[in-house]
Protein backbone atom coordinates (compact mmCIF):
# COMPACT_ATOMS: atom_id res chain seq x y z
CA UNK A 1 0.00 0.00 0.00
CA UNK A 2 1.25 3.22 -0.87
CA UNK A 3 1.87 6.21 1.89
CA UNK A 4 0.66 9.69 1.63
CA UNK A 5 1.34 12.20 4.45
CA UNK A 6 0.47 16.08 3.90
CA UNK A 7 2.84 18.51 3.75
CA UNK A 8 4.14 20.11 6.69
CA UNK A 9 3.08 23.77 7.10
CA UNK A 10 3.66 25.03 10.69
CA UNK A 11 1.54 27.68 11.89
CA UNK A 12 4.04 31.18 13.18
CA UNK A 13 2.82 31.35 16.77
CA UNK A 14 3.24 27.69 17.04
CA UNK A 15 6.84 27.67 15.49
CA UNK A 16 7.19 30.71 18.10
CA UNK A 17 5.95 28.89 20.93
CA UNK A 18 7.68 25.96 20.43
CA UNK A 19 10.82 27.16 19.59
CA UNK A 20 11.05 28.77 22.58
CA UNK A 21 10.21 25.40 24.41
CA UNK A 22 12.87 23.54 22.49
CA UNK A 23 15.64 26.78 23.14
CA UNK A 24 14.66 26.24 27.18
CA UNK A 25 14.95 22.86 27.23
CA UNK A 26 17.72 21.58 25.32
CA UNK A 27 19.34 24.73 25.58
CA UNK A 28 19.51 24.18 29.88
CA UNK A 29 20.93 20.95 28.93
CA UNK A 30 23.51 22.54 27.59
CA UNK A 31 27.17 24.46 28.66
CA UNK A 32 26.37 27.80 29.13
CA UNK A 33 28.95 29.46 27.45
CA UNK A 34 28.14 27.28 24.20
CA UNK A 35 24.18 27.30 23.45
CA UNK A 36 22.83 25.65 20.21
CA UNK A 37 25.13 24.83 17.41
CA UNK A 38 24.41 21.72 15.10
CA UNK A 39 21.38 19.40 15.72
CA UNK A 40 21.65 15.81 14.90
CA UNK A 41 17.77 14.85 13.69
CA UNK A 42 17.76 11.16 13.75
CA UNK A 43 13.86 10.10 12.97
CA UNK A 44 13.42 13.03 11.09
CA UNK A 45 10.02 11.70 9.76
CA UNK A 46 8.24 14.72 7.27
CA UNK A 47 10.62 17.50 9.48
CA UNK A 48 7.98 18.46 11.73
CA UNK A 49 10.59 19.57 13.96
CA UNK A 50 12.53 21.70 11.66
CA UNK A 51 11.08 25.01 11.75
CA UNK A 52 11.25 24.67 15.85
CA UNK A 53 14.88 23.82 16.12
CA UNK A 54 15.79 26.40 13.14
CA UNK A 55 14.04 29.44 14.67
CA UNK A 56 15.44 27.81 18.34
CA UNK A 57 19.02 28.54 16.59
CA UNK A 58 20.39 25.19 16.01
CA UNK A 59 22.05 25.17 12.38
CA UNK A 60 23.14 23.09 10.76
CA UNK A 61 20.62 20.79 11.10
CA UNK A 62 21.23 17.04 9.65
CA UNK A 63 17.92 15.72 8.90
CA UNK A 64 17.94 11.77 8.78
CA UNK A 65 14.70 9.53 7.61
CA UNK A 66 14.61 6.26 6.25
CA UNK A 67 10.74 5.63 5.13
CA UNK A 68 11.09 6.97 1.35
CA UNK A 69 7.73 8.71 1.25
CA UNK A 70 8.07 10.28 4.67
CA UNK A 71 11.49 11.59 3.31
CA UNK A 72 10.12 12.84 -0.21
CA UNK A 73 7.80 15.01 2.38
CA UNK A 74 11.32 16.35 4.40
CA UNK A 75 12.53 17.30 1.30
CA UNK A 76 9.92 19.94 0.83
CA UNK A 77 10.64 21.17 4.24
CA UNK A 78 14.41 21.53 4.31
CA UNK A 79 14.97 24.35 1.79
CA UNK A 80 12.18 26.62 3.86
CA UNK A 81 15.42 26.66 6.44
CA UNK A 82 19.04 27.75 6.31
CA UNK A 83 21.78 24.90 6.76
CA UNK A 84 19.32 21.60 6.86
CA UNK A 85 20.61 18.26 5.20
CA UNK A 86 18.52 15.39 4.52
CA UNK A 87 19.80 11.90 4.11
CA UNK A 88 17.46 9.29 3.45
CA UNK A 89 18.83 6.20 5.53
CA UNK A 90 18.16 4.22 9.08
CA UNK A 91 20.64 4.83 11.81
CA UNK A 92 21.97 2.41 13.86
CA UNK A 93 24.77 0.54 15.07
CA UNK A 94 25.80 -1.21 11.62
CA UNK A 95 26.38 0.71 8.06
CA UNK A 96 24.81 -1.25 5.07
CA UNK A 97 21.05 -2.23 5.04
CA UNK A 98 18.21 -3.05 7.83
CA UNK A 99 14.98 -4.68 7.69
CA UNK A 100 12.18 -1.65 8.07
CA UNK A 101 8.79 -1.79 9.55
CA UNK A 102 5.94 0.02 8.28
CA UNK A 103 2.74 -0.34 9.93
CA UNK A 104 0.00 0.41 7.38
CA UNK A 105 -1.76 3.97 7.70
CA UNK A 106 0.39 4.51 11.27
CA UNK A 107 3.82 6.37 9.59
CA UNK A 108 5.01 7.06 13.35
CA UNK A 109 5.34 3.36 14.43
CA UNK A 110 7.42 2.76 11.43
CA UNK A 111 11.02 1.19 12.81
CA UNK A 112 13.71 -0.40 12.28
CA UNK A 113 12.71 -3.06 14.56
CA UNK A 114 9.52 -4.98 14.37
CA UNK A 115 6.20 -4.44 16.42
CA UNK A 116 6.01 -6.70 18.98
CA UNK A 117 2.43 -8.08 17.97
CA UNK A 118 1.81 -9.63 21.49
CA UNK A 119 2.34 -6.08 23.07
CA UNK A 120 -0.48 -4.35 20.16
CA UNK A 121 -2.76 -7.38 20.51
CA UNK A 122 -3.45 -6.44 24.21
CA UNK A 123 -3.14 -2.53 23.97
CA UNK A 124 -5.15 -2.07 20.58
CA UNK A 125 -6.73 -5.24 20.29
CA UNK A 126 -6.84 -7.58 17.22
CA UNK A 127 -9.44 -5.82 15.21
CA UNK A 128 -7.00 -2.62 14.95
CA UNK A 129 -3.91 -4.98 14.57
CA UNK A 130 -5.27 -6.56 12.14
CA UNK A 131 -6.72 -3.04 9.80
CA UNK A 132 -3.11 -2.47 10.09
CA UNK A 133 -0.52 -4.87 8.86
CA UNK A 134 3.02 -4.14 8.88
CA UNK A 135 4.82 -4.66 5.75
CA UNK A 136 8.58 -5.55 6.09
CA UNK A 137 11.29 -4.17 3.71
CA UNK A 138 14.82 -3.49 3.49
CA UNK A 139 16.38 0.21 3.51
CA UNK A 140 20.12 1.54 3.77
CA UNK A 141 21.58 2.11 6.83
CA UNK A 142 24.21 3.87 8.25
CA UNK A 143 26.28 4.45 11.57
CA UNK A 144 26.19 8.64 12.76
CA UNK A 145 30.16 7.76 13.00
CA UNK A 146 29.85 7.47 9.40
CA UNK A 147 27.29 9.95 8.13
CA UNK A 148 29.30 12.58 10.59
CA UNK A 149 32.81 11.25 9.82
CA UNK A 150 34.95 14.60 9.69
CA UNK A 151 32.20 16.60 10.65
CA UNK A 152 31.23 15.81 14.25
CA UNK A 153 32.69 19.03 15.92
CA UNK A 154 30.00 21.04 14.23
CA UNK A 155 26.85 19.13 16.08
CA UNK A 156 26.67 19.46 19.60
CA UNK A 157 22.51 18.04 20.31
CA UNK A 158 21.47 15.03 19.39
CA UNK A 159 17.66 14.07 19.06
CA UNK A 160 16.32 11.20 18.99
CA UNK A 161 12.87 9.32 17.85
CA UNK A 162 13.48 6.23 16.14
CA UNK A 163 10.85 3.96 17.76
CA UNK A 164 12.79 1.51 19.65
CA UNK A 165 16.14 1.36 18.32
CA UNK A 166 17.48 4.10 20.31
CA UNK A 167 20.06 2.04 21.91
CA UNK A 168 21.24 0.98 18.57
CA UNK A 169 21.36 4.67 17.52
CA UNK A 170 23.92 5.31 20.31
CA UNK A 171 25.85 2.53 19.92
CA UNK A 172 26.97 3.40 16.17
CA UNK A 173 27.17 7.06 17.34
CA UNK A 174 30.84 6.18 19.78
CA UNK A 175 32.95 8.19 18.40
CA UNK A 176 30.46 11.43 17.80
CA UNK A 177 29.30 11.04 21.65
CA UNK A 178 31.82 12.95 22.84
CA UNK A 179 31.47 16.23 20.82
CA UNK A 180 27.36 15.95 21.87
CA UNK A 181 26.59 17.77 25.31
CA UNK A 182 22.76 17.73 24.80
CA UNK A 183 20.54 14.86 23.79
CA UNK A 184 16.81 14.27 23.24
CA UNK A 185 15.35 10.83 23.06
CA UNK A 186 12.46 9.37 23.51
CA UNK A 187 12.01 6.26 25.81
CA UNK A 188 10.21 2.78 25.88
CA UNK A 189 9.04 1.70 29.83
CA UNK A 190 8.26 -1.31 28.14
CA UNK A 191 9.45 -3.00 24.94
CA UNK A 192 6.46 -1.93 22.20
CA UNK A 193 8.84 -3.66 19.81
CA UNK A 194 11.10 -6.42 19.19
CA UNK A 195 14.57 -6.02 21.04
CA UNK A 196 13.35 -2.57 21.68
CA UNK A 197 15.53 -0.84 24.46
CA UNK A 198 13.76 -0.24 27.66
CA UNK A 199 14.63 3.39 29.38
CA UNK A 200 16.75 1.28 31.84
CA UNK A 201 19.19 0.22 29.17
CA UNK A 202 19.58 3.61 27.75
CA UNK A 203 19.74 5.49 30.77
CA UNK A 204 22.57 3.11 31.87
CA UNK A 205 24.03 3.71 28.47
CA UNK A 206 24.49 7.47 28.60
CA UNK A 207 25.36 7.58 32.17
CA UNK A 208 28.37 5.57 31.47
CA UNK A 209 29.08 7.79 28.10
CA UNK A 210 29.23 10.61 30.68
CA UNK A 211 25.92 12.13 30.54
CA UNK A 212 22.98 13.50 33.25
CA UNK A 213 19.15 12.89 33.09
CA UNK A 214 17.46 16.80 33.66
CA UNK A 215 14.09 15.80 32.09
CA UNK A 216 11.95 12.89 31.92
CA UNK A 217 8.06 12.49 30.65
CA UNK A 218 5.80 9.62 30.71
CA UNK A 219 3.17 10.39 27.55
CA UNK A 220 0.29 10.77 29.04
CA UNK A 221 -1.93 8.06 27.05
CA UNK A 222 -3.38 6.25 29.60
CA UNK A 223 -0.74 3.35 29.48
CA UNK A 224 2.45 5.50 30.16
CA UNK A 225 4.31 2.79 28.09
CA UNK A 226 6.67 4.90 26.52
CA UNK A 227 7.88 9.14 26.62
CA UNK A 228 11.11 11.43 26.63
CA UNK A 229 13.86 12.12 28.26
CA UNK A 230 16.64 14.91 27.94
CA UNK A 231 20.36 14.35 28.77
CA UNK A 232 23.00 17.24 29.53
CA UNK A 233 27.13 16.30 29.83
CA UNK A 234 27.54 19.33 31.86
CA UNK A 235 24.31 18.44 34.42
CA UNK A 236 26.43 14.91 34.87
CA UNK A 237 29.72 17.02 35.42
CA UNK A 238 27.72 19.37 38.03
CA UNK A 239 26.19 16.22 39.49
CA UNK A 240 29.71 15.09 40.42
CA UNK A 241 30.86 18.43 41.76
CA UNK A 242 28.10 18.65 44.40
CA UNK A 243 27.95 14.91 45.34
Known sequence: MTQTLPVVEVASDGVEFGAAWWKTMLCSALPVDTGPRGLIYAGAHIGEHVPLFSAGGFKPILAIEPNPVAFAQLRQVAPRFEGVECVNVAVGDRDGTT???????????????????????KVAGPELVDRHPVQRSEVPAARLDTLLAGKAEAFNTLYINTQGSELKVLQGARQILPHI???????????????CATFDEVDAYLKAAGFGLIYLWRYQDGRYTHGEAIY????????????
Open 99 to 121: PYFAVSDVPTLNSTLEPDRDYWL
Open 181 to 195: EAIFTEVNFVRRYDG
Open 232 to 243: SRAAAQAFKEYA
